[in-house]
């Protein structure tokens, strides 16, 4: 994914499967251990399908109520007529009763009770425009308070209930460029030229940019007229946190003249309601974001660190006072970055979300610095792979409600079930919004791993997936399987033990899955991520070749049928691999960087990519370095079959990064494919049709190249 910070990004089919499964003479078997023994139980007869990710749902941005007993929250599904993502509002006692729908607009996002919990505040779609719409619980009725016309987000209810924030984008005003004569009336002349200016001009999943800023509003609750309380072509994006009295609001932005160039160095910012007043709170050099006050408007929880330009930094948890004196970092002694900071009803502490070993974790931070673990397998949200990321939401009581990742579904509704419960047996799981589809499906069971990198010994960990059935003690010696190694983007991102569709699509081929975490990777600590710094690729590639080896070692495994594949900064890491080795029979590179000098040209967010984040200068200065760690120099030594697949309107890591490895692959006669994908961004698999595709596409690729079995 060539990860972006989360500071700088808040500024700115089943036939297939059975052949292959009987070409390798694994018959499904029911007496299997984990998700496969217990969907045979419930008389499976086929695996994970294709056409079965149209069926998957998911929970997301759940909110509790505030006196704890009923939490809301976005349930996501697929539209298999539209090929798009759809969501609506569903309601849940915490008690798991009287599940029940709240809305059924198609869209429904960002619900938000009101203070008294009476209302719930959400956005929808109304005559093609997104609005403010708020839901009344005594009356069950619903109805648009605004006339927007741009999207809302960021909604943040006054303490009153009163009046309602949120941050909206104002088109800037501009002159034409050049003057150009009229043309005569019924004339068809070209598109006029589109004239570019700004630093960042477009942006994955968004395209070109308008000339516009994003600026904070507040609306009356009951309906009217928004009134903008920022101004500057500057960008405020987030979520504002009002002060307990309402006259002020507390958020994080960069008002700075060089914003465009150096987006990270944000500050947080009070805002005086009435007159728009602004001042800065903070002042370092490095992201402060997230800001929330305390109930007794005090103290302001916030995130940040100070930047050293090393390519991971840990997030920290701050606690200022009130006026921004006295900032203390409070969780210095957990070397894992911190996100979603809420303030305990009663100050005692500040909640935080975060990662450890590819679990998620949320955690009640005191004052003092202790951290107490309340919630673990919080996740899920990634349905195509099994990336980190979760959600949870804590009531003014101190229960905490969370998205319950899990192997074999997307992400539940659960909360914790005592406090201080640290483990996902320790939760109470409201929902199962799979049941219906995952219990009669034999999935493909997923073991932990850890193995010793060959190049200094330290222990990694990852994940196999196994194919639907697999059963160590009716193995055939004569018929091992054939095995992928699917790498992540990032490179600062993590995998951990949740439901991949992608992954299990796989296994249902007859492959076993191989996913780790190589350095580089997060959720080990800030050492452990910049072993890669200005090294990357690297001896990430002896991490992963020794994750293969340890599998080898396990004796299920052909040498002779491996297969890799990878997206973004997997997609790195794959064309890299097979320009230091030919052991893979083919390869599939998704959406990567080829040419680290074109990369940092093209790329959207290139005022952040030419840092030394990633590479010591820019690269006119230091261009041995950019090139020594481009794929492309490695082309000359490649012989693996390899296929190439990028999105058309991808703006992160752009199609021609591809084209660069295709047309060098063609001049060296190796084997190789291009598939472009029309309309996609860098989220390639983000409509559930190109999810497929892209399973699809790979497992067709390989299947070009397996070898018999001995």
Request: net charge negative.
């Amino acid at each position: 994914m060539l990860e972006i910070p989360r500071s700088l990004r808040s500024t700115v089919l089943s036939t297939a499967a059975s052949s292959l499964l009987a070409i390798l003479g694994l018959a499904l078997s029911a007496g299997s251990s984990g998700a496969a023994g217990a969907a045979g139980a419930a008389g499976v007869s086929r695996p994970f399908q294709p056409m079965d990710v149209f069926e998957l749902e998911w929970a997301s941005d759940l909110q509790i109520s505030p006196d704890g007993s009923r939490i809301v929250y976005v349930r996501g599904y697929m539209d298999v007529m539209k090929d798009r993502r759809g969501s609506n509002l569903w309601t849940v006692p915490v008690d798991g009763t009287d599940h029940r729908p709240l809305t059924h607009g198609g869209g429904d996002v960002s619900p938000r009770w009101s203070p008294d919990g009476s209302r719930i505040l959400y956005v929808a779609a109304e005559n093609g425009a997104r609005q403010l719409w708020v839901h009344w619980l005594d009356t069950g009725r619903s109805a648009p308070i605004t006339r927007l016309t741009e999207s809302p987000s960021g909604l943040a209810w006054s303490p009153d209930g009163k009046q309602i924030a949120f941050s909206m984008a104002v088109p800037a005003q501009s002159k034409p460029f050049a003057e150009m004569p009229a043309p005569p009336e019924g004339a068809e002349w070209a598109p006029p030229p589109r004239v570019i200016e700004k630093v960042v001009y477009r942006a994955d999943g968004s395209g070109y940019l308008p000339d516009a800023f994003t600026h904070l509003f507040v609306v009356p609750a009951e309906g009217g007229t928004p009134r903008q309380i920022t101004s500057g072509d500057f960008q405020h994006g987030g979520t504002p946190s009002w002060t307990p009295d309402g006259k002020y609001l507390v958020f994080s932005a960069n008002r700075e003249d060089d914003w465009e160039l150096d987006a990270r160095d944000t500050e947080v910012y009070e805002l005086e309601v009435a007159s728009g007043e602004i001042r800065p709170l903070t002042d370092r050099q490095g992201p402060d974001g997230s800001p929330v006050v305390s109930s007794d408007g005090t103290r302001i929880a916030y995130l940040g660190f100070d930047d050293r330009e090393q390519g991971y930094q840990v997030t920290h948890l701050y606690v200022m006072d009130r006026d921004g004196s006295n900032p203390r970092k409070l969780t210095g002694g957990l070397d894992r970055s911190v996100s979603d900071p809420v303030w305990a009803a009663d100050g005692r502490g500040v909640y935080v979300w975060y990662a450890d070993h590819g679990v998620g974790e949320v955690a009640l931070v005191s004052l003092d610095g202790s951290i107490q673990k309340v919630a673990s397998g919080v996740g899920g949200l990634s349905l195509g792979r099994p990336y980190g990321g979760g959600q949870f939401s804590v009531s003014d009581g101190g229960t905490v409600a969370f998205t319950l990742a899990g192997e074999h579904h997307p992400a539940d509704v659960a909360v914790a079930a005592s406090k201080g419960g640290s483990s996902p047996g320790n939760a109470n799981r409201l929902t199962e919004l799979n049941r219906d589809l995952l219990d009669y499906r034999a999935l493909g069971a997923v073991e932990e791993i850890w193995y010793e990198s060959s190049y200094d010994g330290r222990r990694i960990q990852g994940w196999i997936v196994k194919p639907p059935g697999f059963d160590p003690s009716k193995l055939d010696p004569s018929r091992k399987y054939p095995l992928i190694l699917e790498i992540h983007g990032g490179p600062f991102a993590e995998y951990g033990p949740t439901f991949g569709a992608e992954l299990q699509l796989y296994a249902a081929a007859g492959y076993v899955v191989l996913y780790a975490n190589p350095r580089g990777s997060t959720s080990y600590g800030e050492e452990f991520g910049n072993l890669i710094h200005h090294a990357y690729p690297g001896n990430d590639y002896d991490d992963l070749m020794s994750g293969v080896d340890a599998v080898l070692a396990m004796g299920y495994v052909d040498p002779e049928q491996l297969f890799v594949t990878g997206g973004s900064g997997g997609g790195v890491l794959t064309a890299w691999i097979v320009g230091n080795t030919d052991r893979f029979a083919a390869a599939a590179v998704a959406k990567p960087v080829i040419n680290w000098l074109s990369f940092v040209g093209t790329a959207d967010f290139y005022p952040f990519f030419s840092k030394d984040y990633w590479f010591p200068g820019l690269p006119w200065e230091n261009p041995m370095h950019y090139w020594e760690r481009s794929p492309l120099s490695k082309v000359g030594n490649v012989t693996t079959p390899t296929l190439l697949m990028t999105g058309e309107a991808d703006y992160r890591t752009p199609i021609e990064e591809s084209e660069q490895f295709y047309q060098a692959l063609q001049l060296e006669g190796v084997d190789t494919a291009l598939v472009r994908i029309p309309g996609a961004s860098h989220g390639i698999a983000n409509r559930p049709s190109q999810l497929i595709a892209k399973v699809q596409h790979i497992l067709a690729w390989f299947a070009r190249y397996r070898r018999p079995a001995e």
